[in-house]
């Protein structure tokens, strides 16, 4: 099968795209695609002028979590696995914002993946799933991430049961912000990807940086960090930009 990339990182500019690329196991994810998960995220991470990522899948998957036959054969280990979740961390944690463009079915880690974006657009069509329990496996810090997102209740009926859901279903019950036909869906997601390039870079990486942790800190400790945050909006110079801009607004009427 030779060498090839299980991923492919794409950074042009603000935007970095990272394509998850294993078309004949619709983008499983083997030791090698653990790996170059983690590579992939360490050279976001070191690129200042990279602001906002997009997750997409190659052919007609997004991921559709661990090659099986690998972890049978013994060619996936558990710490492969924990390198896998040490990326999933470090997006989470870092102060970039990251789009799932679920372009296809998005099941166990590939949905993992989805939930430590910042927005999840999916065609409607995609089938949804954690089906981790069914392998004697539990779908691991989803089990943590899931209930904050959808409430505990459909949590636990997508965690126990395993079942999937369509993109179209996990929009109404809170699991992907958007789901639209395939036929609009390059369109949506460049739409996305410049809505998010618009907004202030100061204050939309506090925003995402503060609000993930908004159910891990307590009130006090969240307000101090709130605080430090909101004084570094004001004395930002695109605060002053902002600012500027209304003053500027309001004499030309």
Not at 25 to 34: D, M, P, S, T
Not at 94 to 114: E, V, W
Request: charged share 25%.
């Amino acid at each position: 099968m030779g060498h090839e990339a299980t991923i492919r990182l794409d950074v042009r500019g603000p935007i970095a795209r990272m394509t998850f690329d294993r078309q004949h196991v619709l983008n499983a994810g083997n030791a090698r695609f653990a790996a170059e998960l983690g590579d992939a995220v360490a050279t976001i991470a070191a690129r200042s002028d990279v602001r906002v990522v997009v997750m997409t899948g190659a052919g007609r998957a997004f991921q559709t979590g661990v090659d099986l036959k690998a972890l049978a054969a013994g060619e996936l280990t558990l710490s492969d696995l924990v390198r896998w979740e040490d990326a999933m961390t470090a997006i989470e944690r870092m102060d970039r914002l990251f789009i799932a463009g679920i372009n296809g079915h998005c099941i166990g880690g590939g949905l993992q993946l989805a939930l430590v974006c910042d927005y999840r657009l999916a065609v409607e069509d995609a089938l949804l799933s954690l089906p981790a329990v069914k392998e004697c496996l539990i779908p691991s810090m989803a089990l943590y991430r899931l209930p904050r997102l959808i409430g505990l209740a459909r949590a636990k009926e997508l965690i126990l049961l395993g079942e999937p859901v369509t993109a179209r279903e996990g929009e109404r019950i809170g699991l992907v912000n958007r789901a639209v036909p395939p036929a609009d869906f390059p369109k949506a997601l460049d739409e996305t990807i410049d809505r998010f390039l618009a907004l202030p870079p100061v204050s939309v990486r506090a925003s995402k940086r503060l609000s993930t942790r908004a159910f891990d800190l307590d009130f006090e400790t969240f307000r101090e960090e709130m605080n430090a945050a909101l004084v570094g909006c004001f004395e930002s110079d695109e605060h002053q930009r902002a600012m500027a801009n209304i003053r500027s607004k309001k004499r030309s009427r």
